[in-house]
């Protein structure tokens, strides 16, 4: 990345308009690749059915979750100012699984089509009150990150649980797939209801670049030019709440984008954490989409998740950054 940015020898603004470009072309791209074909051969019925019902929500949602992810992380990654941090850190991701797979495991999901969705939306917002109560109101980024880790210990604990008491083989089958990730057989319904949190979850984090550059200075010189500290971390909680919940709990866990993309473009906006943010928004939309595109190409041999396909990327880039942060920290 460093090579592109020195070459590209754009200013900031102009590079950011670049992956938005790119952005919306991965979209356009979404919309015409899939193991059907481009889908213009087909005509009348199928051609709708192709492209409204299968196609638009799939592009959709993966240019709303991946801009989701890569901008919280990116505002996580500024407010804690910690290169490891990430969406799931705040334990909101760890509530939106455990409210679906309770959906599952309750059998509401097979009575009632938005279970699952509206399931997730209830986990993410008592995970998020869970936190906010557990940091309490004028706790710093340290008593953010203890209180996520707690509240995503308890979820992971609890749907451990869930998956053993189960008595029902293909619920226990249909919670593992769920948590596994995926942009497919979503429809537009559960797009609707989970596209407004999001947008208001993102508009909320967008608000912090001023925040995030003046706390590159430390909090204290952050204060002196005028940041809220508690409203500022009230606003991360929040918008990284609203956003990552709402996304989880349609998509299910699709991991390691929150980390890897504002790593792929911090040097792309000259190390500024509040450019990083929209930067973030567009990669990663940029990169789902991408994925996605990928995997259904491979789809007619193998069958894989976009959960499962990001953490196979995620995880070596993981290990390459916690080694390349030792070795920084040992100079």
């Not at 319904?189 to 947008?199: E, G, K, N, R, V």
């Amino acid at each position: 990345m460093k090579d592109i940015s020195g070459h590209l020898g754009l200013a900031p603004s102009y590079r950011i308009a670049l992956l938005a470009a790119v952005a919306a072309l991965a979209f356009i791209l979404s919309l015409l690749v899939g193991p059907s074909g481009i889908g213009i051969e087909a005509t009348g019925e199928a051609r709708t059915l192709i492209f409204n019902e299968i196609r638009l929500p799939r592009a959709l949602l993966g240019a709303l979750v991946g801009g989701t992810l890569g901008l919280a992380g990116a505002a996580l990654q500024g407010y804690l100012r910690n290169p490891l941090a990430e969406p799931s850190l705040v334990g909101v991701s760890g509530g939106a699984a455990l409210g679906a797979v309770l959906a599952i495991q309750l059998g509401l999901s097979h009575l009632l089509a938005l279970a699952l969705p509206i399931g997730g939306l209830a986990g993410a917002a008592v995970a998020m009150l869970a936190v906010v109560a557990l940091a309490g109101a004028h706790g710093g980024p340290v008593t953010l990150i203890l209180a996520g880790l707690a509240v995503s210990s308890i979820a992971t604990a609890l749907i451990s649980l869930a998956l053993n008491l189960s008595q029902n083989p293909f619920a226990s089958v249909e919670m593992v797939f769920w948590m596994m990730g995926s942009l497919a057989d979503r429809s537009l319904l559960q797009l609707w209801i989970s596209a407004p949190l999001m947008l208001l979850g993102c508009g909320l984090l967008l608000t912090l670049a001023r925040a995030l550059d003046a706390l590159t200075l430390g909090e204290d010189a952050a204060t002196s030019l005028g940041i809220d500290l508690n409203r500022t971390r009230l606003v991360v909680i929040a918008g990284t709440a609203l956003s990552v919940g709402a996304a989880t709990a349609v998509t299910g866990i699709i991991g390691f984008v929150g980390l890897i993309v504002p790593h792929m473009l911090r040097r792309l906006v000259q190390h500024r954490p509040g450019l990083l943010l929209p930067a973030s928004l567009f990669g990663g939309a940029s990169v789902l989409l991408i994925a996605d595109v990928a995997l259904r190409l491979v789809q007619p041999w193998v069958d894989l998740r976009i959960g499962v396909l990001t953490a196979l990327i995620g995880a070596p880039f993981f290990v390459w950054l916690v080694l390349k942060t030792r070795a920084e920290m040992a100079l």
